[in-house]
């Protein structure tokens, strides 16, 4: 098992760039979850993912679009890049929500 | 918002000796679990804990939960260099459907 994983690992993107984060996980967990983590901010949710096809806001859901097309991959795209979208995005999966989560290594993005 | 409340926010002890970590939250819950960062890396798993337990305990690690408190404690026993990471505590709001994380207590262990 692979666990949870997550593409890239790094990037740098010029303010107004989109790209998409992809998150994969092989535990064939219904939940998935996106989370960013700033310095003294812990981590906040941006959106998650109940099952396949279903997708819903977190805490911080401006500036991301998500897509759950299949149950193993769990899409994050910004659209149009800004300096405050720099961060640590880490994902998550969880068989049920009273379970133990899984988080991946995370993707560190930069936004100049 | 943040649910869970970490105390303190950074923590310095010695080798060996024994390392507590509170966190306080604030709506009803079905369980509290703690993770364990380490630099640069993603959280893992270290402990789950029902509403409905009151301790728990795995290896060197003691965890209790006070729901008439709304809190919950972690304890590192006989601390070791590599113990040294950033702690968390995470709640599931009951009848929400996500885990909410709390800023987190930083632990420094010295050799």
């Known amino acids: 098992n692979a666990g949870v994983t997550q593409t890239p690992k790094f990037r740098v993107l010029k303010t107004g760039q989109s790209m998409t984060l992809l998150c994969a996980q092989d535990m064939n967990h219904e939940y998935m979850y996106w989370y960013r983590q700033d310095p003294g901010m812990g981590l906040r949710l941006i959106h998650y993912?109940?099952?396949?096809?279903?997708?819903a806001k977190g805490e911080v859901p401006d500036g991301y679009n998500v897509s759950r097309l299949k149950k193993q991959n769990f899409l994050l795209g910004l659209e149009s890049a800004a300096p405050s979208q720099t961060s640590v995005y880490f994902c998550a999966s969880s068989y049920s929500m009273s379970g133990t989560w899984y988080f991946g290594p995370g993707t560190r993005l930069t936004v100049t | 918002s943040q649910q869970g409340e970490e105390d303190p926010q950074a923590l310095s002890i010695q080798e060996g000796e024994n390392a507590t970590m509170n966190c306080s939250y604030k709506?009803?819950?079905?369980?509290l679990q703690w993770y364990r960062q380490n630099s640069g890396r993603g959280l893992v798993h270290l402990i789950l804990?029902?509403?409905?337990?009151r301790e728990k305990h795995s290896g060197r690690l003691r965890v209790t939960l006070d729901t008439s408190k709304k809190s919950s404690s972690l304890l590192i026993t006989a601390s070791r260099a590599a113990d040294t990471a950033s702690y968390f505590c995470?709640?599931?709001?009951?009848?929400?459907?996500?885990?909410?994380f709390g800023q987190g207590t930083r632990l420094t262990i010295n050799p």
């Open positions: 995470a709640t599931d709001d009951q009848g929400a459907q996500k885990l909410v």
């Open positions: 804990i029902r509403s409905n337990e």
């Open positions: 993912s109940v099952g396949e096809g279903t997708t």
């Open positions: 709506t009803s819950i079905n369980n």
